[in-house]
């Protein structure tokens, strides 16, 4: 198994993103090898420092990075040696297993999109992440931002894909579905949600559950909970904002604990032929540890089999 | 100055609305009468419980009620007598300067439009809330409902709207407008907030600042902030649960409790002919209380006026 990880995304790379590797690679076997895609010399120069043996991980050189503010799809085209641009080169090779990084989110997205595709029968990919859910565990959220517009048939898909990446990477037997919406009834909601709702309902393939309002995404409701990407993205963003102000505030508590993204490992985009992992910007070592862990994870759940075989 | 109060409306009416309106009534001078809308005997019957004068309050008698799950439209044409379609009766007649109501929101927002219509040049009401800021103080987000599909010229008209209730009823010299995004950038954003940011930063008669993510929404940065109605819902929603369970679990905070709904007084609805404002469901007295002095300010702001010379 090769573990793919861009060493130069995030702010606090490559310092953080080198630590992450070291932590994780502890935790795996010793065919499990993480793929180091950036700066090969500074690399092994942070490894040496933090006293662990260069020759444990394998390396790729990309001098070039893509910063956040960068334009993916130009970002993209103009710097084949970036290490975003070289890990999805060795992805679409099969060079590496899956790939993660916490660099900027839409040329995760486009290098994707562009190199391993989107999975045939998939309208779109979309970006998932994990809700807390107060009495415990996780549920999951998509699409967070990969489609600001979307269609109605998109969303059933966005179920599916959530409903597979809940029972066969979380774990979830038989995931219920819930559509994001402003009131309980069927009748409630905007154009996209009215014509999605029939949608999701007839389709036999989600255990839908009907409409969960804003107040209700972090209820036993629904473990998958679908909308487009500009109310994912929206919420995503204000629950991160909550979370934030009560460890600013010193509030210690369980379920907001489990709001911290360190322990996630960042949020997959489902929907392309590989595990893809777009990890948070702010991502410390604990959190590109769990990045890696859960690109482990999602190799051995074979979850983009899975996902085929479902659009097929 | 007659301030129209719905003694039917909401979870724990007509007790709280009644016990909210005695507490409001020792606010107000003799010349701001309350005028409760509903069953008049029971209205009066709590009123002596409470060791009070009935003489101290204005009554119309309205003895049928709209419940919280009846169809708006439906409700209001087929009960002429219960107390919201009665307030608004009033309010049309301009025998009452505002009208109140902690009940069916739908409801409410129909009966508006019915009764005293949309102001002219207003091409929807739209309906506020107030967002805590982290710092101090409070600022407008809407809309949170009355329009689940938006055109984008609707938009810089609910930067107006706010704008106006955050100078004239909040005090806020200048408002700041945002538009809620899902970048920073004017190129971010789905297919209504592309659309909607140029009209907003050409139109001169609001001070637009540029678009605020869903992180930014408790910042100084905007103190209106402004989306469509489904994205403003779920944002209201969720944030409400944060707040709940912020209480549940103990947290003392003075941001947090900003958060309280009691403390605010509703959201009105702006756009329409005259002041109307919608209460939490859950109103208790306390609340109850702050909706009818907001009821008062907005009365004595001249908001109405206001609004109709911006629109004109």
């Given at each position: 198994m090769k573990i793919g990880l861009d060493i130069l995304g995030g702010d606090f790379a490559p310092e953080a993103t080198v630590k992450g590797a070291i932590l994780a690679s502890k935790q795996l076997s010793e065919d499990q090898k993480i793929v180091l895609i950036g700066d090969q010399a500074i690399a092994k120069r942070y490894i040496e420092q933090a006293g662990e043996n260069p020759?444990?991980?394998?390396?790729?050189?990309?001098?070039?990075?893509?910063?956040?503010?960068?334009?993916?799809?130009?970002?993209?085209?103009?710097?084949?040696?970036?290490?975003?641009?070289?890990?999805?080169?060795?992805?679409?090779?099969?060079?590496?297993?899956?790939?993660?990084?916490?660099?900027?989110?839409?040329?995760?997205?486009?290098?994707?999109?562009?190199?391993?595709?989107?999975?045939?029968?998939?309208?779109?990919?979309?970006?998932?992440?994990?809700?807390?859910?107060?009495?415990?565990?996780?549920?999951?959220?998509?699409?967070?931002?990969?489609?600001?517009?979307?269609?109605?048939?998109?969303?059933?898909?966005?179920?599916?894909?959530?409903?597979?990446?809940?029972?066969?990477?979380?774990?979830?037997?038989?995931?219920?579905?819930?559509?994001?919406n402003i009131g309980e009834e069927e009748e409630k909601g905007n154009a996209l949600t009215l014509a999605a709702y029939p949608l999701m309902r007839e389709n036999g393939r989600i255990n839908f559950i009907g409409n969960i309002e804003g107040r209700e995404l972090f209820d036993e409701k629904a473990d998958v909970m679908v909308c487009d990407g500009f109310v994912g993205n929206v919420v995503l963003k204000l629950a991160e904002s909550f979370y934030v102000l009560t460890r600013k505030k010193g509030f210690q508590d369980p379920f907001f604990d489990r709001f911290n993204y360190e322990q996630y490992g960042g949020s997959p985009i489902l929907g392309v032929n590989a595990p893809v992992i777009i990890g948070h910007g702010i991502s410390s070592p604990e959190a590109i540890k769990n990045m890696v862990l859960l690109s482990k994870t999602m190799i051995e759940s074979d979850i983009i089999e899975k996902i085929k075989r479902a659009f097929n």
């Open positions: 020759a444990f991980f394998d390396y790729v050189h990309a001098p070039d990075s893509i910063g956040m503010g960068e334009h993916p799809t130009k970002a993209i085209a103009q710097k084949p040696d970036s290490s975003i641009s070289r890990g999805f080169q060795l992805l679409k090779e099969g060079k590496i297993d899956s790939f993660a990084s916490a660099g900027n989110t839409g040329a995760m997205l486009v290098g994707s999109v562009l190199s391993v595709k989107t999975i045939p029968g998939v309208m779109r990919p979309a970006i998932a992440t994990n809700v807390p859910k107060i009495k415990s565990g996780f549920g999951i959220l998509l699409d967070v931002g990969a489609n600001a517009d979307c269609k109605p048939e998109m969303l059933p898909q966005f179920g599916l894909l959530g409903s597979l990446f809940a029972e066969h990477v979380y774990g979830i037997t038989n995931p219920t579905v819930g559509l994001v």
